[in-house]
């Protein structure tokens, strides 16, 4: 092992940034050298790729983004495209490949792995819905993006007595919506993993409204539907008219916060030490303080749950 290669794919996530810091500086450390690729796989098929010194990951670690920016590329979800990917790879003699990203980016390093070539992942994604870790690089500062931009909507509530629906993103997973939920003080959270009902949440807030409370929260993952269609259904069943507010990309911006920040430098450098030990096909992540490994494949073929206890929390404390 001589060389290694490091990419990030997928949507950036606050962290990705004290993750590549933390894998070029490692494996200089340990002896290796290390090669940068732009914009994920699209960058490697397209040969757009850089030597890494320690200097070049110089004040990085407070930046959000990516400095060796991302991007999605619809050519390496195709075998030949795989096999090109590969191709490049020896082609810059590079031994082992660092991918820090999402499932999605972790299923096109698994293609590589089950080619015979070592890949170690980094789970870096503000969802949280990768199983082998209690949390991605990114969430907690998503997380708190979120909750300070609700915050001073709940302001806004209260001085207005008004509804407000607040959209945030998670694809098809609730975590964000859950943390942000609970922090913030709402009365009623939407997430995918549960089913939901129109009329139970108009009895909720015709009953709060009973207790002369005039002004609520309603936090909307944006895998269960849009904050639109929710006021419209509102609307519809029971006459609210709620305000609508879509936080979007926001939440994957801006720095990184120190737990993210901190567990990106703690997976990176894990990542390498992973390769080093020889490892191959699998992601890195935290579990109840500790880094571990586990095969690649399990962040998305093992599911990762709601905690349930949260969940009752927003309706004990939403009343």
Known sequence: MKRIGVLTSGGDAPGMNPAIR??????????????????GYEGLLDGDVMPMTASSVGGIIHRGGTILRTARCERFTKPEGVR???ARLKEYDIDALVVIGGDGSFRGAYELHKLGYPVVGVPGTIDNDMAGTDCTIGFDTACNTALDCIQKLRDTASSHERLFLVEVMGRHAGFLALEAAVAAGAEYVLVPERKFDIEDLCKKLNYAHKRGKHHSLIIVAEGVMTAADLSAQLKDTGGYDARIIVLGHIQRGGSPSSFDAVLASRLGGGAVEAVVRGEAGVMVGRTSGNIVTSPIQCSWENKKDLDEDMMELVEILGI
């Open 22 to 39: 933390a894998v070029v500086r490692t494996a200089i450390f340990k002896g290796l050298d290390v090669i940068g690729i732009r914009r």
């Open 84 to 86: 090109e990917g590969l």
